[in-house]
């Protein structure tokens, strides 16, 4: 059956192109979601729908596709001119108080996948209960089923128009932090869009002063080249690295595909760690800028989170992996901040998604606020938290294997792990163990890519190491 490959990850539906991944299929799934919001959502389905797309091959043409659909349900969409951003596109829904929305991007993954995320009116992701309906609509629907309205006729008739989010997305975040003394400081910053939506951003945003910016890898190019795949971590960022060094940047900064994710460098070209800018943020936030509430973090974020809201008396909040969790306790929390290890953070007053460009600015504000480089930054973090190191491992494992991988765990109930005694465990979302001294390793499958990642957070690098490799053995992959 058509529909059978379409399933919701951690955030969103990904396949390879010209396999699962097809205009048929992207049409089945957006009659599905049309039908579902109508039915469900039916005055915010009058207000319509924002359709985006990232930097991938025939990018465009899944999202008029995508278009075509909701305009044959006669859901209004507004479609962006370019390649956008799925922060910009999130910000956009809200700004134009649109019913939803629908971007195609496969994010961080490899060259060859596409993917579609679908968001609420509020701006952040689906929650999970949601998206299960419109997969079980999915199981009803066959290609007879879709109705789609071509382009140009839909544009003829109102129901589809084009516009660019970038000026309202640019007075936003301009409300959100002191833009004029960034672009005024006196530094060096390096910027790798990764060939993703992220391109030109930094650039454009940062211009006019005596801040002065280098792009790297800013056209776009959809096969990503000089790179397993667009996401920031260290394996995909040795340019980076260099590039730092050699002009002697004061910080590098990098943005996934869609550029809702960050990576960054400190000025000795070496890797900040997702966990450690994570709780760099909550610290500029709690401490520079003297705000206080709720934190949300995904139990693969780190525990220095929670010691930052011991030592400023702000709530924790835990979830399980992905956006669709933390965006609505963001949301039931009225959260500071929320975000997760792979790089992805959220903030008060703006729409609880993912924004790499804004993180990215607010890092960047710290360093230039604070007068600090930034390992003095993460010195004065670990001084408050003590010193905290992590590392993950991403395996590729047969698929077959996975039940057998997941029976093995779950008949193995370790009591200690790496000579470190388990406090606690939980298995919700793959195996989460606590360790007495505060340090903790997780084995879990993704929900993005056919891969399975293994993460541990601890007091230093040769503990991190010990705990990924006992929990490999563990999983026997």
Known sequence: MESSPIKFGTDGWRAVIGADYTVANVRLLTQAVAQYWQEAHPDEAARGFVVAYDTRFNAEMFAEAAAEVLAGNNIPVALTRAPTPTPVFAHAIVDRQAGGGITLTASHNPFDYQGYKVRSAYGGATPPEELAKIEGILTTLSSGDVRATPLAQAEKQGLCARFDPAPRYLDHIGRMLDLESVRAWDGK????????????WFSNILQGGS??????????NPQFPDMHNPEPIPGNLQRLFDVVRQMDAHLGLATDGDADRLGACDENGEFLNQ????SLLALYFLEARGLRGP???TYTSSAMLTRLGEHFDVPVYETPVGFKYVAPKMLETDALLGGEESGGYAFHGHVPERDGILAGLFLLDYVVQSGRTPTELVEHLFSLVGPHSYDRLDLDFPQEERENITARM?????????NREVVA???EDGFHYTLQDG?????????????MRIYAEADSPDSVQALLQVARALAGV
């Open 189 to 200: 910053l390096v910027v790798d869009a990764m060939y993703g939506a992220g391109r030109d």
């Open 211 to 220: 801040l002065r910016v280098y792009d790297l890898h800013n056209e776009r």
């Open 275 to 278: 966990l450690t800018v994570m």
């Open 295 to 297: 934190i949300v973090k």
């Open 410 to 418: 779950r008949a193995h109930e370790p009591t200690t792990i790496a």
């Open 425 to 427: 465990s939980r298995t």
């Open 439 to 451: 340090a903790w390793v997780c084995v879990r499958f993704s929900g993005t890519e056919p891969i």
